[in-house]
């Protein structure tokens, strides 16, 4: 793989698991005012552009299989850790506004 089209892919990882980020942060933010059609419309959003990043990666590995060249340098180290977190950080998250539905129900009891 041309060391061009390996950053390119590298920054994509990052780019779309920071922004996938964000927007589960964003959510989160809308459901502590409990505005949960919008905390799950930034979820939904979150997912898609995990779903991005995450084709990226699929692609990496394949070329991989496929035998091209594909370095571990620390910079895909940085992206495989920045999709690895954004994952973990919007699961948490998504559980976080499930406990926040439940205390708005029981506020309204």
Do not use: C, P
């Amino acid at each position: 793989m041309k060391t061009l089209d390996m950053e390119q892919s590298i920054f994509q990882i990052i780019a779309h698991g920071g922004n996938a980020k964000g927007l589960a942060f964003e959510g989160l933010e809308k459901a502590h005012l409990y505005r949960f059609s919008e905390a799950e419309e930034l979820l939904k959003e979150a997912h898609s552009e995990l779903n991005l990043a995450h084709n990226t990666q699929t692609q990496l590995i394949q070329a991989e299989l496929n035998g091209e060249k594909v370095e571990g340098t620390l910079l895909m180290i940085h992206a495989q850790d920045h999709l690895m977190a954004a994952i973990s950080e919007i699961s948490l998250i998504e559980q976080m506004v499930k406990m926040l539905k439940k205390m708005e129900l029981l506020e309204k009891k």
